[in-house]
């Protein structure tokens, strides 16, 4: 990495005095402007997939209110999109921005586009709407997305003229991976038309897989969640002779939430993650270690993240979704069928109990924490924005909130390092053994 892939594209110079101190008054002392030359240094070893960091002397700049804007907040028109899967803590972060925007800059046109990137597009026919305090005022207390989201890919062209009709000029966008690139390509036919939209992004992934993101919001929450349902299955799995608590979580690429999870719960006897590779059969195989655990314990607990054992499926069994994501094999019932082969064949009365609560965790509003952090990220992604900084997103990485270009944050995918300190305490906590066969 060079020191000019952290720099942030700018749609050009601020000029305006920026209207904080007029709203909130100058008091002695409080600083209320971060400097355009104030860094953070980046530290590689914080990050998982450290050979992509190198050298170490790349910095990246501090978000936070600057003290001269690009933007003329009374003429100034703002959109925001949700799009791809759901996740704890977005109408918190919707509501964050629109406050921001409203009470801090005095930005009143806010609008909320429908459905992620189909509601540009107008054969789609979603509503456009107005997004007022009063309107956002309960929606951090409810789960789901108040916006809606979607996956599917749209025309850049026809989002882009969208904007212009709209008379955009700047645009919010929620998501993960495959809508950072989305904005990625929305900013290079910005850029191709010449228009002065500004874009900007903030990482939303349950399965905190994005690069140079310490967490993501909503990661606490799910965690929380997932440790409820891990209670759940060590209660069933107690609760009867030879009992098998089977719990799938999140996590299509990166273990994160699988394991973060077992050790919020230490009562987990297998973690399987996507990566870390695993066999069943064999004398090392998870089937001859659960064999073992419930021979001598009676009860185990199994938790498997959704990416994990997929050199299991082929790719032609699999397919890909809207989005052209490839499709994962469900490894989850996958397990639960040959564990219980298993124990049939060695005359062995099992109880296994299977919960999927993948769908229940994404939608529940977001815990405190990460309604802190949502405002946190939305008040950052606003003070940025409105300098005319664009094709960016705002981050917490390494304990401070920065502004991180798009295009770094997916050359590459975060991942649960199997060397590293985080798998070390899970292999600890859980005792589980190196499962595959020489
Ligand atoms: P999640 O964390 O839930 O996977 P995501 O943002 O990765 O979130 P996707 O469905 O992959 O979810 O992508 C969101 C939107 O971005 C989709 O409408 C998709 O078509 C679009 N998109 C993805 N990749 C690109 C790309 N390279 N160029 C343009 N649009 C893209
Ligand atoms: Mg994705």
């Given at each position: 990495m060079k020191p000019e892939d952290t720099k942030i594209q700018s749609l050009g110079p601020a000029k305006i005095q920026n209207p904080i101190i007029t709203r909130q008054g100058d008091s002695p002392g409080f600083r209320h402007f971060i400097d355009n030359n104030e860094f953070v240094r980046v530290n590689p070893f914080v990050m998982d997939t450290a050979d992509s960091c190198e050298p170490r002397e790349v910095t990246f700049e501090l978000a936070?209110?600057?003290?001269?804007?690009?933007?003329?907040?009374?003429?100034?028109?703002?959109?925001?999109?949700?799009?791809?899967?759901?996740?704890?803590?977005?109408?918190?972060?919707?509501?964050?921005?629109?406050?921001?925007?409203?009470?801090?800059?005095?930005?009143?046109?806010?609008?909320?586009?429908?459905?992620?990137l189909q509601g540009f597009i107008p054969k789609f026919g979603h509503d456009i709407v107005e997004l007022t305090p009063t309107l956002v005022e309960g929606i951090h207390g409810r789960g789901g997305s108040y916006l809606g989201m979607s996956r599917g890919s749209q025309s850049m062209e026809e989002i882009v003229d969208s904007l212009e009709r709209l008379n955009l000029g700047l645009l919010f966008m929620i998501g993960?991976?495959?809508?950072?690139?989305?904005?990625?390509?929305?900013?290079?036919?910005?850029?191709?038309?010449?228009?002065?939209?500004?874009?900007?992004?903030?990482?939303?992934?349950?399965?905190?897989?994005?690069?140079?993101v310490s967490k993501t919001f909503g990661f606490q929450t799910a965690v929380e969640e997932a440790a409820q349902a891990i209670l759940g299955a060590h209660n069933e799995a107690t609760g009867a002779p030879?009992?098998?608590?089977?719990?799938?979580?999140m996590g299509r690429m990166s273990g994160f939430v699988a394991a973060h999870a077992t050790l919020?719960?230490?009562?987990?006897?297998?973690?399987?993650?996507?990566?870390?590779?695993?066999?069943?059969?064999?004398?090392?195989?998870?089937?001859?270690?659960?064999?073992?655990?419930?021979?001598?314990?009676?009860?185990?607990?199994?938790?498997?993240?959704?990416?994990?054992?997929?050199?299991?499926f082929t790719e032609e069994d699999l397919g890909r979704d809207a989005s052209g994501n490839l499709?994962?094999?469900?490894?989850?019932?996958?397990?639960?069928?040959?564990?219980?082969?298993?124990?049939?064949?060695?005359?062995?009365?099992?109880?296994?109990?299977?919960?999927?609560?993948?769908?229940?965790?994404?939608?529940?509003?977001?815990?405190?924490?990460?309604?802190?952090?949502?405002?946190?990220?939305?008040?950052?992604?606003?003070?940025?924005?409105?300098?005319?900084?664009?094709?960016?997103?705002?981050?917490?990485?390494?304990?401070?909130?920065?502004?991180?270009?798009?295009?770094?944050?997916?050359?590459?995918?975060?991942?649960?390092?199997?060397?590293?300190?985080?798998?070390?305490?899970?292999?600890?906590?859980?005792?589980?053994?190196?499962?595959?066969?020489?």
């Open positions: 936070g209110p600057r003290s001269k804007i690009y933007f003329d907040p009374t003429k100034l028109k703002a959109a925001i999109v949700t799009c791809g899967g759901m996740c704890p803590g977005i109408n918190s972060l919707v509501r964050s921005i629109v406050l921001q925007l409203h009470h801090i800059y005095g930005v009143t046109n806010v609008v909320g586009i429908k459905f992620g993960g991976d495959g809508t950072l690139r989305a904005s990625r390509a929305i900013v290079e036919e910005i850029t191709k038309r010449g228009l002065k939209t500004g874009v900007v992004s903030i990482p939303k992934t349950i399965d905190n897989d994005i690069c140079f030879n009992g098998v608590g089977l719990v799938k979580l919020a719960l230490t009562e987990v006897n297998f973690c399987l993650i996507p990566e870390v590779e695993f066999d069943l059969e064999g004398e090392r195989g998870l089937l001859k270690h659960l064999e073992d655990r419930i021979r001598d314990r009676g009860h185990a607990v199994v938790v498997v993240a959704e990416g994990a054992g997929q050199n299991i499709r994962l094999g469900d490894i989850g019932t996958y397990l639960k069928k040959r564990i219980n082969q298993h124990f049939e064949g060695k005359n062995i009365e099992l109880n296994l109990k299977y919960i999927d609560p993948s769908y229940l965790i994404r939608s529940v509003p977001c815990n405190s924490n990460d309604r802190i952090y949502t405002g946190f990220l939305g008040h950052a992604a606003v003070h940025a924005a409105l300098t005319g900084k664009t094709g960016m997103m705002v981050s917490q990485w390494d304990n401070h909130f920065v502004h991180v270009p798009v295009e770094l944050a997916i050359k590459n995918r975060k991942k649960v390092d199997p060397e590293g300190s985080l798998w070390r305490s899970v292999r600890e906590a859980t005792g589980q053994p190196h499962m595959v066969n020489e």
